[in-house]
């Protein structure tokens, strides 16, 4: 089941959000800002975010990895 439901190459996955589609970039820019925002974020959803936006956006990435410094 897991390979026959296995995007084609050059695939976007997109997400939706009420009747939006978000492609997973702008998901995970939201979602990490929403991370940000949170007072006891989930420290692995956390490090995902930080993966998602190391090209993308390092200065986010590094603001979220400190954050994950701030919550040990």
Known sequence: ???ENWPEEGYVRE???GEEKL???QWWLEKST???IQ???DKGMLRA???SQ???NPELAE????RVRILR
Do not use: C, Q, T, V
Not at 63 to 66: D, R, T
């Open 63 to 66: 603001k979220l990895k400190e």
């Open 34 to 36: 929403e991370l940000l």
């Open 39 to 41: 007072p006891r974020p």
């Open 54 to 56: 190391k090209n993308s």
């Open 23 to 25: 492609d997973r970039g």
């Open 1 to 3: 089941d897991f390979y």
């Open 15 to 17: 997400m939706r959000k």
């Open 49 to 51: 975010a930080i993966e």
